[in-house]
Nanobody, 123 residues
Framework: QVQLVESGGGLVQAGGSLRLSCAAS?????????VGWFRQAPGKEREFVAA????????YFADSVRGRFTVSRDNAKNTAYLQMDNLKPEDTALYYC???????????????WGQGTQVTVSS
């Protein structure tokens, strides 16, 4: 079992930056997990944002954030990060991190989820 806790959300003006963190409770398992980032805006379905493989060797991004967001991880700290730059009002959402032990390319339903952190971008 992996428990995930997101942090780093907040209110920022358009064009600003935030870095979200996803801290895991189970170090040994987390090290072997791919980590995904998702978001859900009010009235909309949850959508994929970015993902990183267990060793950081593979990274994936939604078209809407590619070039503005980066994803990284520090397995020694059991933490993954989502760096968000040049934020836009349409990035406003509740952001979640998720983890899964399977190969990142085969994941359709992620096994472990955090509770989310709110990101609000003002225009």
């Amino acid at each position: 079992q992996v428990q995930l806790v997101e942090s780093g959300g907040g209110l920022v003006q358009a064009g600003g930056s935030l870095r979200l963190s996803c801290a895991a409770s189970s170090g040994r398992t987390f090290t072997n997990c791919a980590v995904g980032w998702f978001r859900q805006a009010p009235g909309k379905e949850r959508e994929f944002v970015a993902a990183i493989s267990w060793n950081g060797g593979s990274k994936y991004f939604a078209d809407s954030v590619r070039g503005r967001f980066t994803v990284s991880r520090d397995n020694a700290k059991n933490t993954a990060y989502l760096q968000m730059d040049n934020l836009k009002p349409e990035d406003t959402a509740l952001y979640y991190c998720a983890a899964d032990l399977r190969n990142i390319a085969s994941i359709t339903e992620w096994a472990y989820w955090g509770q989310g952190t709110q990101v609000t971008v003002s225009s």
